[in-house]
């Protein structure tokens, strides 16, 4: 795979540029989006019209979409990127007793594979924050988003080439055929580590087949628990905030776990409202006997993202039953108590084996932006290298600098 | 695979223990280790016993024998980890204009699973590590060592029993059959990370069939390079000390590169020298013009990692062949450069990609007790958590605590 060299290549390139060239050709890269964006609309404008013939659903063609207003969004995230503080660079310096002096150094990561599905200012978002970071990317979008992707990456490419970097630290792998990214996955000499930005069934695909490290983000079975001791209102608020405000995304919540002892008090209301926001209800058996609305919930549910306006519900015995439930069939991503009790609110922070823990807080705070990270590249839910939302500093690593005078070991 | 579910739950009860018990355990550990040394010295010999009959390595019966000496350092090392500060429970704060209070804390990985080969004293040292950092371990060593390593997790679990941690916080893998490991691989529900020590085979088989993440450890084919201005008396003590002192272990120079324009004055002393101490000379062809004793090297040397006596020369010329050939051939270990000149300093220092790039000093520095740290779990060659050796921090992730009072996303 010739691109996959062509991106280490560039990498050393770009990994040892300045700030001032790397918010060079994020500006220029800007401009290249203002100059060339009838281009990119009519090259969306195909791919929407294809996706239409193919009979995508609608939900996924507002994804695929670009209108003015949201190329207009990607360019501000290029000048955001210029404004934020360079990842590379920093680092700590430890003196040794025999004479040396190791510098710790932040560097970027290499090559960056990213795989990502139907949204084509993905492309943009990801290169932008690559090559802020000193990283060379490849790019795999979805095929539904081909011309659009195409276009983008063009533009991008003629920014960078303004600049002087060179132009494969930005690539697109156009052919969107599955044997091509099997091949992507083994080239473990040239690229660093592959993100896969996606549904499940994407991000499994990429575990199971990627032999170079990967960054797993963004599958969210969020929680809500609201507790004995919990301020109901305020439950309320979280719960409707959490579920509704924009079930598409991963921090949006998906479970709803209720202290058995204020169930009753709770669940009439709070279910009803969200209800009457077209929320489905699935409920456990003890839900439906308190509400009966409640559709039967399935085993398989508790484990399940719906990513949709369904909620499941579950009453439980004890704040220890949540957090069994939460570290059993979570996946790691954002979870929620709403309680009073300040131990209540200790034990639920200390047991669940998650990114982001909250107490009284909606889970849709999970986010780069709002945790003031600037951008984001996407949200780990694994433990290894980064967890929790990714920004900048998530896309480099560290390097030992050694500064001697000839030592020798003994 | 029931061990890694009942590490999983041991895990949560670590992690949630205090450094006093777990620095308890840790001396308990000690002392369980010194009253059971005579029965751990009677295992060993088994294993060693069964070693010769089964023909193995000189080198590898070496590394397999268990002395009073090697327990007594395993006992040290627990108490070594005592001394450490906890690398649990530290991190940042950051307040939100919205009121939200995220606490960004280090937190344990959870289970770690750690696969190795003949030497038994990685199962006390990798289980200490383990513990202080507060992470449940399920121990995989290799066939050779298996009564050794059941008699000293014996010992660890009596100590961590009396502790009152759970003694699944210890767990060793007594079959050693090369399916249990396949399966092994798959328990992403309950195995965080996979950490290989060992050789090249080794890593390579769990890189490219676990389905958990790993770190890559200690594969080592690092370079010095002797530049055109290099202080040639130190050049030659750093060669020697880099090749002769431990050449077994992955920190030890494997290759020689030497600028064109000073080989004829550096290259035939320094091999001679290299040659009386037993090393085997491989060199290229102009090397060979300039030293005749060396035999000629063949292509599939140059990524080799040879862990001998033995060194493979290079005349290039110029830096920057250097550094190309570094980082086509190198391991992203350890790689230097002997040089008086300021500029090449700085290139070699910013163009090779690897986790410790020296300058006039030996690559033997490349360990945790040189790098200041305490205590070493290996070192890893990937980019991703970890670069370089690791220490206790390396051991952990973090987790975001988000303190509320009834925020909702707009």
Chains 1, 2 share one sequence.
């Not at 660079?89 to 594979?113: A, D, M, S, W």
């Not at 930005?170 to 690229?191: A, S």
């Not at 939302?389 to 020798?408: A, D, R």
Request: glycine residues 8%; negative net charge.
């Amino acid at each position: 795979m010739d691109i996959a060299k062509k991106a280490k290549e560039a990498s050393y390139k770009i990994a040892l540029s300045s700030t001032t060239v790397k918010n060079d050709a994020l500006t220029y890269m800007a401009q290249a989006l203002e100059d060339m964006k009838d281009d990119i609309i009519s090259a969306n404008q195909e791919d929407v019209s294809n996706a239409r013939k193919n009979g995508l659903k609608e939900a996924l063609i507002e994804r695929l979409t670009l209108t003015e207003q949201r190329i207009s969004g990607m360019i501000e995230g290029f000048l955001t990127l210029v404004d934020l503080p360079d990842p590379v660079g920093g680092g700590t310096i430890i003196k040794r007793p025999n004479g040396l002096t190791l510098l710790k150094e932040r560097v970027p990561l290499g090559v960056i594979g990213i795989i990502y599905e139907s949204r084509p200012n993905v492309t943009s978002d990801a290169a932008g924050l690559c090559i802020k970071s000193g990283n060379a990317v490849i790019l795999r979008g979805g095929s539904e988003a081909i011309n659009s992707n195409k276009a983008i990456v063009k533009a991008l490419c003629s920014g960078l080439k303004r600049s002087g970097l060179p132009e494969s630290c930005i690539q697109l792998i156009e052919d969107t055929d599955r044997e091509r990214i099997q091949e992507l996955f083994k080239m473990r000499d040239y690229v660093d580590v592959i993100i896969p930005r996606g549904g499940g069934a994407l991000i499994k695909n990429v575990v199971e087949n990627s032999k170079i490290p990967v960054i797993e983000t963004g599958e969210g079975n969020c929680h809500i628990y609201v507790d004995e001791f919990a301020d109901l209102p305020m439950a309320e608020k979280i719960l409707i905030n959490a579920k509704t405000s924009r079930p598409s995304v991963c921090n949006a919540a998906e479970k709803l776990l209720v202290h058995e002892k204020i169930a009753k008090d709770f669940l009439p209301d709070a279910l009803l409202k969200l209800q009457k926001l077209g929320v489905e209800i699935r409920g456990c058996e003890r839900t439906r006997k308190i509400y009966p609305n409640a559709i039967p919930i399935k085993d398989e549910d508790w484990p399940m993202e719906y990513l949709d306006f369904i909620i499941g519900v579950k009453v439980v015995d004890s704040i220890d039953e949540a957090i069994e439930h939460i570290n059993r069939f979570g996946t790691r991503h954002s979870e929620a108590i709403v309680t009073k009790d300040y131990e209540r609110a200790n034990k639920f922070l200390a047991g669940v084996d998650a990114a982001c823990v909250y107490v009284n807080a909606s889970t849709r705070f999970t986010d780069g932006g709002e945790f003031g990270m600037g951008a984001e590249i996407g949200i780990s839910t694994q433990k290894l290298h980064a967890r929790g939302p990714m920004g900048l500093e998530e896309l480099t690593t560290t390097k030992y600098l050694i500064l001697g005078n000839g030592q020798i070991r003994e």
